[in-house]
């Protein structure tokens, strides 16, 4: 397999300490970019990014909040100061929503689960793109949307308008940002084998391998989504591979989508 897709490439991936976040960040790092690892855990970041290789500089973990501005604009700050600029961007920080329905769903609960999921997007597009048009060689941003941003599910009204506006708006900025040879894409995950899949189920005494088989049984090939097969979409879209794709939408959900 290639080792140098991504040779020379600086990147940003916010979640990066864990599931799909931390896949992401350790298939590009392999692939030959430098990758800050953002995420609201500091210290699992940090791990991460020893992990990846802080110390030769191919890694630096920053803790984030990716619904404050403040925090976005100080970890686009440290990324360009570390890496130099930004030529990849990843959102993929997110956070579920168990089971609720809308009379029972608080506003507050509301204001997290988009805050996290979609406003936190455009937070990270507002104050990454100047550095892209700066450089004058174009970018590449991978949203990480959900198959329920596009076939919605019962009682996660909330995250499915929160995956349903990272689609919207990445297709949006595709064609605002084409001119400066900026490409932005979505990858909308199926259910997939990560430590947030607990938290779209109610509490219960069903063990996780239990629940595990619900969600799968609901995916035509049979199986859940595993973070390397995010990876790679992921990869796929950041890279000079899809130098000609932008405001394209990848499933990769076993076919529950279709």
């Known amino acids: 397999m290639r080792t140098d897709i991504l040779k020379g490439q600086r990147a940003i991936v916010t979640g990066g300490a864990s599931g799909i976040g931390r896949a992401i960040a350790g298939l590009f790092r392999e692939q030959g970019a430098t990758v800050v690892v953002a995420d609201l855990n500091g210290e699992a970041a940090a791990q991460a990014a020893r992990e990846l290789g802080a110390e030769q500089g191919h ?43 809308i009379e029972d769903l608080l506003e507050a609960q509301w204001d997290r689960i ?32 959900s198959i329920v941003g596009v076939r919605p599910k019962a009682g996660q009204n909330a995250y499915c308008a929160s995956k349903a506006a990272t689609i919207a708006l990445s297709q949006s900025l595709a064609v605002e940002l084409a001119p400066a040879q900026i490409r932005v894409n979505v990858v909308n995950p199926g259910a997939a084998e990560t430590p947030m899949l607990a938290g779209f189920v109610p509490p219960s005494d069903k063990p996780l391998d239990e629940v595990k088989k619900t969600f799968a049984s609901n995916i035509p090939l049979g199986s859940l989504i595993q973070p390397e097969d995010i990876a790679e979409a992921a990869l796929y879209l950041a890279s000079s591979l899809s130098r000609r794709v932008t405001g394209a939408v990848f499933n990769v959900d076993g076919g529950r989508g279709v």
């Open 59 to 101: 890694a630096k973990a920053v803790q984030v909040d990716v619904a404050n501005e403040a925090s976005i604009k100080a970890m686009v700050d440290a990324a360009v100061q570390h890496m130099g600029g930004v030529d990849v961007l990843v959102n993929c920080a997110g956070v579920p929503q168990v089971y609720t329905v």
């Open 114 to 145: 988009v805050g996290v999921n979609s406003k936190s997007v455009f937070l990270a597009c507002k104050h990454v793109v100047p550095h892209m048009k700066a450089q004058g060689s174009g970018g590449a941003i991978v949203n990480i949307g």
